[in-house]
Each structure stands twice: as C-alpha cells, then as structure tokens.
C-alpha cells in the first residue's frame, strides 16, 4: 500500500533537507569555514555529539568535536569532497546518511611552495542527523578508511 501523496511529499522534502544538511557539512570543512561547521553540528553539550576521524579514537561532545575540526583545518591547506554511494534513511526526527568519501588534500607549502603535496584517500562515512527547530544537525559522524588491495598483492594471488 503506498502512502497518500502528502506524506510523500512532505518525505521527499525531509529527504532533500537532510541532503542539503549533509552538503553544507562538507562544503564548511572545504572552505575551512569553522563557523559554518560549528552551525552544522548540534548545539550545546546537553546532546552528546561524536565523531570518529578515520585512524582517531572516539570523540565526544560538541567542544571536543569542534576542536578535533579546528585541528584538522589549521593543518590543511586544501581539501575537497567528491561524494559518491550517498544514501539517506529516516525514521521520525532522526536521519542517518551513508556515502563514500572521494577526498583530495593537501598540507602546507614545502620551502616556499604554494600547496604541499596532494594526497588521495577514500573514507565511508556515516552521518547521524536529528531534526531541531533549526533544521537537520549533525548528531554524529563516523569516518573509516577504506583498505584497498595493492597490484603487489593481486600478483602474488595470481602466481599461486
């Protein structure tokens, strides 16, 4: 049985919300804008955020979140998002967004250079939304890094 078309649209615009939620996510950490990403998160410290950095224990509450950003964006001189295997799911005021970070970065200049060299990783990520008066917050992200096969390990496979 489908749902009458009011709740369709009133799911497809929560979907569109948590969507653009997600985006400004990663457009903030992209533009180095920690104002923008402090808006992203949920506020105050009475709802415990978290946020698991690939490599990095866990990290919880809103200071320790934002300051573990502030960190990563004094030491990065450039970073951008290719998002690809986005996924949105809800159940009532809670939103979960599931993708694959395609990320390029790079670190400061070496000996008087303009960017440090770029690095290529790939992150699947989750990210955890809850609707406020304010719209959709980021309640928790969780970042691990995708462990590929090297060519050297695909031709050891293949002699034996």
């Known amino acids: 049985m489908s749902e009458p078309p009011d709740d369709q649209a009133e799911i497809a615009a929560d979907i569109a919300a948590v969507e653009q939620a ?3 996510f990663y457009e903030a950490m992209e533009r180095g ?9 949920l506020p105050g ?5 978290s946020c698991v950095h690939p490599g990095w224990p866990v990290l919880s509450g809103r200071g320790e979140v934002l300051r573990s950003y502030a960190l990563i964006m004094a ?3 450039y970073i951008q998002f290719f ?3 986005v996924g949105v799911s809800m159940t009532g005021d809670t939103a979960l967004v599931t993708c694959t970070e395609n990320i390029l970065s790079g670190g400061p200049a070496e000996d008087g250079g303009e960017l440090g060299p770029l690095v290529g990783q790939l992150v699947v990520a989750t990210n955890v939304f809850r609707r406020t008066s304010d719209g959709w917050k980021l309640w928790s992200h969780h970042g691990s890094p995708v462990l590929g ?3 050297d390990e695909d031709e050891d496979d293949a002699s034996s």
């Open 22 to 24: 997600n985006t400004a």
């Open 33 to 41: 804008d920690f104002d923008a990403l402090s808006a992203v998160w």
């Open 45 to 49: 410290e009475d709802l415990t955020v």
């Open 75 to 77: 030491n990065t001189e």
């Open 83 to 85: 998002l690809t295997d």
């Open 149 to 151: 096969d090297s060519d």
